[in-house]
């Protein structure tokens, strides 16, 4: 059975302007590469990005930003998704309308065009090339697999429930622990919370060639050494 809820992604992602195909004297961001823990310095390049950041003036009400993406979309057929997000950036807190899913640059200004005339005003351009701890709310769609583990709709992802409210930098140091102490597949992993009947805190698992038994083993070691802190 699929469960559809609302929850929030916290990651860390290294993030850059684009430059072309946008709005004039508008601040857009786009990533380089959405899962560097698991990629390292071997990201691979692609013809489209995987995230862009509508950079904005101001904080945006999460339900505005949803109604506004969904008219969008209703109106010009162009297929993305539009997620309310926020960026830390050397200790400066960005907001942003986070893009995916989208089929290709040429469509970046026309959505932004849509957006500031449903009146969402953007931030003036200014370079940025920095690491961003990203913070995006977003629907996920998952199936459980055990009463601890659950699967993304989306390929390669997987959420591991854990009873703690852990911060950022305890989550950096914690799965720089775990992967000093465990042998299975290459990972990428960031930080979550699912809103629904309950909040669940847990920890996103990307991985092309994880298998179900090494899960289990993750999530026990991630539960092992969060008991330390």
Known sequence: MILETFGTIFKEEHVKNLKTGILSNTLVLENLGQFPGYYGINIPTQKNPDFIFLVTQKHEPTEKILRITHNIKKKTGINFDG???????ANNNYHAIRLRDFQGFEHIS?????????????????????????QIKKIFK???????????QEQNIYYLKINTQLTWSHFKKITNQVRNN??????DAAL??????????FIRIYSEKITNDELE????????????Y
């Open 83 to 89: 997620s309310p997000a926020e960026l830390n950036i």
């Open 192 to 201: 979550g919370i699912l809103y629904s009947s309950e909040l669940t805190d």
């Open 110 to 134: 026309e959505i932004q065009e849509h957006y500031r005339d449903e009146g969402i005003r953007f931030a003036k351009s200014k370079k940025i090339e920095n690491s961003a701890i990203i």
């Open 217 to 228: 083993k993750l999530h026990l070691k991630y539960k092992e050494i969060i008991k330390q």
């Open 142 to 152: 998952v199936e459980t697999l055990t009463d601890k583990i659950l699967k993304s």
């Open 182 to 187: 465990i042998r299975i597949s290459p990972f």
